[in-house]
């Protein structure tokens, strides 16, 4: 939780708050150029909660980009996504109230990079 929200700290906040239970937007429209991006989900509930993250392309049809299980407490990190203008974000989780959200603007050259920090910091 506090790991995942310190890395998304050092970059430019854009979006945040709570994953809902059907796939609501979490991002959209960020720029009028591509951007990559920083997301960081944060665990905060009492049980293991399973994250889908999909991609809508210029407005189209939502796909599945990923989905993870994160345990309580853990974060998930995607770092260096790449996003173009018109791209937006939607994410989904098992229960309300219990997975914290982070989109930020990643530097322009940050590699894609998906990892996990335990309930300590330290990368899975």
Request: glycine letters at 8%; a negative charge; charged letters at 20%.
């Amino acid at each position: 939780g506090r790991e995942g929200q310190a890395v998304a700290n050092r970059k430019h906040n854009v979006a945040n708050g709570r994953v809902a239970v059907t796939a609501t937007e979490i991002a959209g429209s960020l720029a009028d150029e591509p951007q990559r991006v920083l997301v960081v989900f944060s665990n905060i509930g009492l049980y293991e909660e399973t994250v889908v993250l999909s991609l809508i392309v210029n407005g189209g049809t939502a796909r599945q980009l990923f989905q993870f299980l994160v345990k309580q407490d853990e974060s998930q990190v995607i770092d260096g996504l790449p996003l173009d203008s018109n791209d937006s974000l939607k994410a989904l989780t098992d229960h309300a109230d219990s997975v914290d959200y982070v989109v930020s603007i990643a530097p322009p050259n940050t590699p894609f990079r998906v990892y996990g920090l335990s309930v300590n910091g330290a990368t899975k």
